[in-house]
């Protein structure tokens, strides 16, 4: 029995095509990723609206609050982020089933888990340990290789894989009950590592995090809001921290927020601006 460890290595001799693709695993691929497409576009994507295991560990309160309170004053997802979400859909399914290729042991594919009453899907289990797998950025991959996601969590990922873990302790498949991995791939390079991380601490606190989590939703909306940083060092303008880029309710909480486009289409969301940036200033951007 292959043990999670040579997972990687595998992975990558069937890439090299030395054994282990088969035609049933074509198929297979082939019907999730069309089966995810008819998820992602046959309808309107619609915000949850309530509070999910993918949610809790969100840094910003603020955001938690509106996602499960408010969902509807958020911006409306773009098009093009839409796009992207559907190539991650397709990058995890394409390496889970390189997983079953490589001869490793895959279970409990999008398990229903539920965590004193909060609910969420896991990704898999993988030769006993909870795994969850991402499609990412160079810069988000480096965290994964490097194992410092738990000192720069701008997503609140490490939260999201240990409630997995809380929530398997007595699942007999889930053979490992205080570890769990990301298993990532950089969308741009096409790298893959995976991330294993030790939960003991994290699951001694999750009844206090969960607990905490519903306390906070049930509650009036927090005032507090992630602050802005500067935009550079030698800049008295101020912009968005990096947790708030991409949060579709940034303009709730900064309604004169200003958008101006760097080179290379870069976007800076400024918040003060003292000096007037000499480039374009967006107005029109559709979507976080």
């Not at 619609?46 to 910003?60: D, F, H, I, K, N």
Request: proline residues 5%; neutral net charge.
């Amino acid at each position: 029995m292959k043990k999670i460890d040579t997972l990687i290595d595998d992975i990558e001799s069937v890439i090299y095509g030395l054994g282990g693709w088969t035609r049933s695993i074509a198929l297979n691929l082939g019907q999730n990723i069309g089966i995810s497409a008819s998820k992602r576009f046959s309808k309107p994507q619609e915000p949850r609206g309530y509070l999910s295991l993918s949610a809790v560990g969100t840094p910003c309160k603020r955001k938690l609050w509106y996602k499960v309170n408010q969902p509807a004053i958020g911006e409306p997802l773009s098009a093009d982020l839409l796009l992207r979400f559907f190539y991650g859909d397709m990058i995890e399914e394409l390496i889970l089933a390189m997983v079953r290729a490589s001869g490793h042991k895959l279970e409990g594919s999008q398990d229903r888990l539920d965590v004193y009453g909060i609910r969420g899907h896991r990704d898999c289990i993988i030769d006993g340990m909870t795994v969850d797998v991402k499609s990412c950025s160079p810069s988000a991959f480096k965290k994964f290789k490097k194992g410092t996601l738990r000192d720069d969590d701008t997503f609140g990922y490490i939260s999201q894989l240990s409630s997995y873990v809380y929530a398997g302790k007595n699942d007999p498949l889930v053979t490992n009950k205080t570890h769990g991995a990301f298993l990532a791939v950089d969308k741009v390079s096409g790298e893959i590592c995976l991330d294993v991380y030790d939960f003991t601490e994290d699951l001694e606190t999750k009844e206090a995090e969960m607990l905490a989590a519903k306390e906070l939703v049930a509650g009036d909306m927090p005032k507090d809001v992630i602050p802005p940083v500067p935009q550079s060092t030698t800049s008295p303008n101020t912009k968005l921290a990096s947790n708030c880029r991409f949060c579709e309710f940034k303009k709730v909480c900064w309604p004169n927020l200003r958008i101006f486009e760097y080179a290379e289409g870069r976007l800076e969301y400024l918040v003060h601006v003292e000096k007037e940036p000499k480039v374009k200033e967006i107005t029109n951007v559709k979507g976080s």
